[in-house]
């Protein structure tokens, strides 16, 4: 196996992860903690995030290497591939760094930011309704569509090795 080819399984592998853990949120997370209260929601969600924000170091891997892996593909493809090949690896790179990177910390890291400092306990019912209210749609929205192009990334990638 080139080295071209074991970065390429890399990316795909950890992408794929990335992939499948947005759609965990999309599809039992975030439905999940729907039904709470707002002060349960906003006390939940910040407990999910505490662990992700404190680089919990499997997650930081998995997160931080599928992109620095799917750089790496897509500069030695970019090289080595030709043609089809190489138009599958600049896309997978760029619908996952600009449609799913670039949103999580543009749009979903600072809506964490400003829940995590949320102390629920003593805020009133109207007050944690607004803050759920401003937080929830949005958030899931853009998860949605990061769980949605992390997942055409990794189809991209799976077709391009079996390609290669």
Known sequence: MTVFETVLVLATFLCSLVAGFLFAFAVVIMPGIRSLDDGGFI??????????????????FVWAGSVLSLIGAALLGFWILTGADRLLVIVAALVYVLCVQLPTVAINIPLNNALKKLDPGTMNETTRKLARDDFEPRWNRWNAIRAAFASVAALLLMVLLIRV
């Open 43 to 60: 006390r939940a969600f910040q407990v999910i995030d505490r662990v992700i924000q404190n680089n919990q170091p499997l997650f930081m």
